[in-house]
């Protein structure tokens, strides 16, 4: 086996890492980012990351070869979903189908389609268990290594012949490569997770710590407002015009009142849109309401 090759590929798969770090770091410190645009970017990503590594093929023999392009799909999958992971192997699959060709081009897609709905369905697996875990990423493996064999049962007896040749690299291939380097991902995504957690937790406590002094220095204002409004309103014949300012002052009286008991309940951040010069602000009602909790 030419281990320049293997080194090669490694090294491809380490670079998604690096930029699936910086990517979701990225996309966690941008406020209220769609996450379809972070399924999209990854999913791009991965499926460009696949074809590189067809096209840097290991070769484990004269003239024989293998790659490892199902690595990236089952990678990014496993830690972005399965939409994610769709994308990628669309992109993986339309580059096998249209460059490459050949009579293996149809097995070729229907490998990296299956990839991906394998690898969702051991997200689900995981996710049932509460976070993926070693046992998860290895059995990912090797149950990409079957989906390996069954696209090679596709071309016949002529595939069974080439997997009776390749099926050791193979193997080590999906199950070390997708074993091995899912758990760097898992942990990337839970530890970015968890800063993302503890940031929001942090901005959090601080708006609430302003809000409710906030509302403490206005409740105190408003006590004079409205006690100052009840003796004035002794003093106002009841159907005059005055009266009647009056009791709509009271009448704001009450709204602020209202809006300062949201501003004691708040339990989470949600923003108003900027809309022209005004800038984005926190939603109080939104932001203190228990059915958004």
Not at 132 to 158: D, E, M, Q, Y
């Amino acid at each position: 086996m030419d281990f320049h090759h293997v080194i090669e590929a490694a090294g491809i798969v380490a670079l998604g890492l690096v930029f699936y770090s910086y990517l979701r770091r990225w996309l966690e410190s941008t406020a209220r980012i769609d996450r379809r645009l972070r399924v999209l970017l990854n999913g791009v990503v991965f499926g460009g990351l696949s074809i590189t590594l067809m096209i840097s093929r290991i070769e484990f023999a004269p003239g024989a070869y293998v790659d490892a392009r199902a690595v990236p799909i089952a990678l990014v999958t496993l830690v972005e979903g399965g939409w994610a992971g769709l994308v990628a192997a669309v992109i993986a699959a339309g580059y096998r189908l249209v460059w490459m060709g050949g009579s293996g081009a149809l097995a070729g897609v229907l490998w990296l389609l299956a990839t991906a709905g394998t690898a969702a369905l051991a997200l689900m697996w995981a996710r049932r268990d509460g976070q993926v875990r070693n046992r998860h990423a290895f059995a990912l493996g090797g149950a990409v290594f079957v989906v390996t064999f069954a696209s090679f049962l596709v071309l016949g007896a002529r595939g069974i012949e080439m997997f009776a040749r390749d099926w050791l690299p193979l193997l080590v291939v999906s199950v070390v490569g997708i074993g091995g380097f899912a758990r760097l991902f898992t942990d990337v995504a839970n530890a970015q997770a968890a800063e993302a957690a503890r940031r929001e937790s942090a901005e959090l406590r601080a708006i609430t710590l302003l809000a409710r002094a906030a509302a403490h220095e206005i409740n105190n204002a408003l006590m004079v407002v409205a006690g100052g409004l009840a003796i004035l309103a002794k003093h106002l014949p009841a159907d005059s015009e005055d009266a009647q300012w009056a009791a709509r002052a009271r009448e704001g009286v009450v709204t602020v009142k209202n809006i300062i008991t949201r501003m004691n309940s708040i339990t989470q951040i949600e923003a108003v849109p900027g809309q022209g010069m005004l800038p984005p602000m926190l939603d109080i009602r939104k932001s203190s309401d228990p059915a958004n909790s």
